[in-house]
């Protein structure tokens, strides 16, 4: 059974941090390539950061250098560590591997975690 647990949203001011966790099921997680992705309203998801088993990471443009990527693969867990947000980094966060597990023939997604980050 897949499992993504998305926490640790919340509202922040510009220039804060927040550190994000996803508890996946171990089926697809010792396995595969795990991402952070992101939704902001009226905008596409896109994906923002991964890591690969072995722990090497990429991370889109506008997150580099503030944001990281880990993961725990005893726990099952992959983490996001934010700094200096910004109010274009507001979106519903959501984690998965990469690209994204597909159930039943769709792509299957957690319910995400909601950054908010405004004065």
């Known amino acids: 059974q897949v499992q993504l647990v998305e926490s640790g949203g919340g509202l922040v001011q510009p220039g804060g941090s927040l550190r994000l966790s996803c508890a996946a099921s171990g089926s697809i997680f010792r396995i595969t390539v795990m991402g952070w992705f992101r939704q902001a309203p009226g905008k596409e998801r896109e994906l923002v950061a991964s890591i690969t088993t072995g722990g090497n990471t990429n991370y889109a443009d506008s997150v580099m250098g503030r944001f990281t990527i880990s993961r725990d693969n005893a726990k099952n867990t992959v983490y996001l560590q934010m700094k200096s947000l910004k109010p274009e980094d507001t979106a519903v966060y959501y984690c998965?591997?990469?690209?994204?597990?597909?159930?039943?023939?769709?792509?299957?997604w957690g319910q995400g975690t909601q950054v908010t980050v405004s004065s």
């Open positions: 998965n591997t990469e690209p994204p597990v597909v159930v039943n023939g769709y792509p299957y």
